[in-house]
């Protein structure tokens, strides 16, 4: 049976909402027999950290304290999460522990590793208890029952065989972070033990996956809490991921990765309190491409050892709890130790090891072959600029194909500086995957126009397209498709897909930054937005439907979009490739305010208009638009007036209206009845729309006017004036001088009051809205760049 463990630390069940909310993963994530490891909840190992010291200190009334201070947090929890006679029990079963441990600490018989244990048997069986009252089968297991270690070795052997009571019908609730020696005694994993747990609990039990859920996305090119511009990677192979871990990242131990070592058991980085958003998988070597990192260590020291011994900086990272970095310069053996241990290191190695520098700050790079070398130098020549001292810098292979950095600094340096270093070291190696969906006639033609545009992007970043989605197939290839005959992959390769494949390919892109560009009149596909988002992919729409949706679903996408740094761009959505939405925002940038905004915002109704004499019926006409490629995929979204109205919404949001379409007054360009059935039935009342058309063709020009389809936005009155309509112009205002199909936008503003700014010219067709696609693909790029 293939089954999975899952790890939550103890972030993750701080509170009896996080709890709901760890419950929630699990049920909805895990199978009937998957193993879920915890940590303590919140700061539980800390405050029975506080009472061993109160303990070991004789404070018996700091004691008592500390253990009302526990009973308190768990009391609160266990009444949050559970009812009647579970509940009893629950704190019944605390009280006893709790009382035991107060006599204990009387007695003088405490024991620290069993007192920190009990941090976990809490978590564990309250989630356990929590999960079987919401009628789940789940049952809690002392990993001391588990995992044995004999002589400070874990037995392999022995600790399979254990493994085998996880039940198959139930989720398996384990204690992370203890385990047992051969005397039976409790003994402790170290810092980041729970992960260490979990993963050696995958190996033991053939597990295919460990999912360690944490309060971060994954691992990203450097904090993301420090600098903004951080990069989350889809894949990073395991030997970047243990570089990393003993150059002091804090996300993954390197003891954590060692139960995988030459398994294929998968390890993926997920935030618990964003379950839906992309993760990071930890995959084997040549599975994932070579990533850039920035990780940073404070206040370490650097002591030179003579004559280290084999697996001895396993055993001082053993003895202080802590990952250790040693590596050898000048033929001399440094180790960087965090400042607070040195004393017990230095003592352990009795008179084999100097302290050379102390209090030092230091700046790891993580990068592929061969530039570790050109990019150590270009940061200490950035951090020299900022005034801080360099004690070292050097470049060193780690393993073959690992290559690392490291520069030490007398003093520690901020944010900002930080973020200069990320931009100047890890920005140039980015690449950008774009995925197309939707193929018609602007998606066709914006594929052949990429061609060429790739030699202007590449210039900026690496661009590759990866993906082609389709109302019903898709088709991804991740090292690219060929864009000369992505026709003829897409009809030999393309494979069919639902919503869930498709997150899922988006998701296995090892790419730094990914755009969905929306080239489909599909609401259903505008509707995968956020989960497009959660994705970390950037959006491009000429798509209207996700820029018109409801205020609550269009603020919210906003919003997700703003909190990933991640750009949306909807150019085209509104005059094709006319630069419109440009123009609003730099009039704005710019000091003025839009006093009125008026024109014909639909290609196809200009050029309807235009065209339409009385000479031929309308309807043909129309289908001639179709042709053309003017139209919508159903024409009548153009004819119902609702297509403009989408485009004045567009550009009335761009001037920061809350406004939704409904707002919005607007007069249909056909009879009403005409907007029910599908095309073909109104394909046979043709009929009506050319009597229809006519009789307003008749009106406008008895009058001497001509018909254009009008949108209009009037900020000038006391109430704001937004309407679509049919309307006839006098021959010499500037709405009647269009030429067939073109937009014309008449606005007004402070700084073009009495003469209009205006911008006119072909508001529809594949190849112009295509290249205004290729605009906004280009300002992205442009923007992920520093
Ligand atoms: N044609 C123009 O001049 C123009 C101008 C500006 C904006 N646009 C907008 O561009 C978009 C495309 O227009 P078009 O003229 O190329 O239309 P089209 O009908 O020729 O092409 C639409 C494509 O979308 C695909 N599609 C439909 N539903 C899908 C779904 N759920 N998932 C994935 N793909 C799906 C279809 O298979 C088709 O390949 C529309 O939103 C339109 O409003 C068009
Ligand atoms: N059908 C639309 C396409 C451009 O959005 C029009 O005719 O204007």
């Known amino acids: 049976m293939n089954t999975a463990v899952h790890k939550f630390g103890g972030s993750s069940l701080s509170s009896a909402a996080r709890y709901h909310a760890v419950a929630n993963i699990i049920i909805s994530h895990c199978q009937a027999g998957d193993s879920v490891v915890v940590s303590a909840a919140g700061k539980t190992t800390n405050t029975l950290v506080k009472l061993w010291l109160c303990y070991q200190q004789n404070d018996s009334q700091g004691t008592l304290d500390v253990i009302k201070l526990l009973k308190n947090h768990q009391v ?3 009444s949050e999460l559970l009812i009647d006679e579970l509940q009893e029990t629950a704190l019944q079963k605390l009280n006893d522990e709790l009382e035991l441990i107060a006599t204990l600490a009387q007695q003088q018989e405490l024991v620290e590793a069993q007192l920190l244990a009990h941090g976990e048997v809490w978590s564990a069986r309250l989630l356990a208890q929590y999960l079987t009252q919401l009628e789940h089968k789940a049952n809690a297991f002392d990993a001391r029952d588990l995992l044995l270690l004999s002589g400070g070795q874990l037995q392999h052997e022995k600790n399979q065989k254990s493994c085998q009571v996880l039940n198959s019908e139930q989720f398996n609730v384990v204690t992370g972070f203890i385990a047992k020696n051969e005397s039976g005694e409790t003994v402790t994993l170290g810092r980041n033990g729970s992960d260490y747990s979990a993963t050696l609990i995958a190996r033991y039990c053939n597990a295919q996956s460990v999912t360690i859920w944490t309060d971060t996305q994954g691992v990203y090119s450097t904090d993301p809490r420090k600098v903004k511009q951080a990069i ?5 192979c395991r030997e970047q991921a243990n570089l990393l871990a003993r150059l002091g990242n804090p996300v993954l131990h390197a003891k954590t990765l060692t139960p995988l070592k030459d398994t294929n058991i998968k390890l993926v980085v997920r935030s618990s309190f964003d379950s839906h958003s992309a993760c990071t998988e930890i995959v084997k070597k040549g ?6 990192f920035l990780t940073t260590l404070d206040n370490h020291d650097l002591v030179k050892i003579e004559q280290l011994i084999e697996g001895e900086v396993g055993e001082l990272s053993q003895l202080i709890q802590h990952t250790l970095h040693h590596f050898e310069l000048d033929s001399e053996t440094y180790l960087l130790i965090p400042a607070a241990y040195t004393h017990i290191v230095i003592n352990h190695l009795s008179g084999r090891a100097n302290l050379v520098e102390s209090n030092l700050f230091g700046l790891g790079i993580v990068c592929p072959n061969d530039i570790a070398h050109q990019l150590t130098q270009q940061a200490a020549k950035i951090l020299q600029k900022y005034n801080i001292n360099i004690r070292f810098a050097f470049s060193q292979k780690d393993m073959p194909g690992n290559e690392y950095g490291l520069v030490l600094c007398e003093q520690a340096f901020d944010t900002d500086l930080l973020t200069i270093l990320h931009e100047e070291l890890i920005s140039d190696s980015q690449e950008l995957a774009v995925v197309v969906a939707g193929l018609g006639n602007v998606g066709a033609t914006f594929i052949t126009q990429l061609e060429k545009q790739l030699v202007r992007l590449n210039y900026l970043l690496p661009v590759k397209l990866v993906g082609l989605v389709r109302s019903e197939n898709m088709l991804f290839c991740s090292d690219g498709i060929k864009i000369h005959n992505w026709l003829e992959q897409w009809q030999t390769s393309a494979i069919a897909y639902d919503n869930k494949s498709l997150i899922a390919a988006l998701e296995q892109l090892d ?3 990914k755009v969905v560009i929306d080239i489909t009149a599909s ?6 937005y956020p989960d497009f988002a959660a994705q970390d992919c950037h959006l491009i729409s000429a798509n209207k439907y996700a820029g018109t949706a409801h205020t609550t679903w269009y603020n919210a996408l906003k919003e997700k979009l703003y909190e990933r740094n991640l750009k949306w761009r909807y150019n085209t959505s509104v005059g094709a490739g006319l630069p419109i939405n440009f123009a609003l925002n730099d009039l704005q940038y710019s000091g003025d305010k839009i006093e009125r905004l008026l024109g014909v915002f639909s290609g196809t109704l200009s050029w309807l208009c235009c065209e339409y004499d009385g000479s031929v019926p309308f309807s043909e006409l129309l289908l001639k638009a179709k042709d053309m490629g003017y139209t919508e995929p159903d024409p009548r979204e153009d004819l119902s007036g609702r297509d403009v109205q989408r485009k004045l919404l567009i ?11 409904d707002d919005i007054s607007l007069t249909p360009m056909m009879p009403a009845d005409l907007a029910q059935g599908d095309w073909l039935s109104f394909l046979e009342k043709r ?4 009597a229809f058309m006519s009789d307003k063709l008749i009106q406008a020009k008895k009058e001497d006017l001509v018909l254009r389809y009008v949108a209009e936005l009037n900020l000038q009155q006391d109430k704001l004036v937004a309407k679509v309509a049919l309307s006839a112009v006098k021959k010499d205002e500037p709405l009647a001088g269009l030429k067939a199909g073109d937009n014309i936008f008449v606005i007004n503003s402070l700084w073009y009051q009495d003469n209009a700014l205006v911008i006119q010219g072909p508001g529809a067709g594949q190849e112009v809205t295509a290249a205004g696609i290729h605009s906004d693909l280009y300002w992205l790029t442009h923007s992920l760049i520093k």
């Open 76 to 78: 609160e929890l266990i």
């Open 232 to 236: 989350k990677y889809a894949k990073v």
């Open 287 to 292: 599975n994932a491409k070579q990533k850039h």
């Open 511 to 513: 790419y730094e930054h």
């Open 523 to 528: 609401e259903d596909f505008s509707l995968l």
């Open 651 to 661: 550009l009335a949001r761009e001037l920061g209206l809350t406004l939704d379409l």
């Open 687 to 690: 009929d009506k729309l050319d």
